[in-house]
């Protein structure tokens, strides 16, 4: 069953994917999965995250387990007045239209998710009859 972490996981593995200019091909190899079509799966919240795959992921990426699970905490440490960001902000054009073209995916991806989610009920309700 697919959980709200595995959605929420998916998410941040297409936005990390895109950030650093992978292809899906390339994250399934190195991610020792059986093809694109199955990490196109996994990056739709159509399959479960297991801790096994979080650290692959984390490798993949050269982040830690935690800062994937939790980029919020992490981000927040990043941006802090303390920490030296100058070079982001002179550089954000082509992160800025990675990030919508994320943000658009991943609209897409929810929509796609609540049709599917509606269908389930559906079909529960009608089993129940």
Do not use: W
């Not at 297991?50 to 387990?65: C, G, N, R």
């Not at 002179?90 to 991943?106: I, R, S, W, Y």
């Amino acid at each position: 069953m697919i959980t709200e972490n595995d959605i929420k996981y998916a998410q941040r593995l297409r936005g990390l994917r895109l950030n650093q200019g992978y292809k899906q091909e390339t994250l399934s190899e190195i991610l020792g999965l059986q093809n694109q079509q199955e990490y196109s799966k996994l990056e739709n919240g159509k399959l479960n995250f297991t801790d096994e795959l979080i650290s692959k992921i984390s490798k993949a990426f050269k982040i830690s387990p935690s800062e994937f699970v939790n980029p919020t905490l992490y981000n927040n440490f990043n941006n802090s007045p303390q920490s030296n960001t100058q070079n982001s902000f002179n550089n954000n054009e082509g992160f800025v239209n990675q990030l919508l073209k994320a943000k658009d995916e991943t609209i897409i991806t929810q929509k796609e998710l609540i049709e599917h989610l509606k269908k389930e009920i559906n079909d529960l309700k009608e089993k129940r009859c």
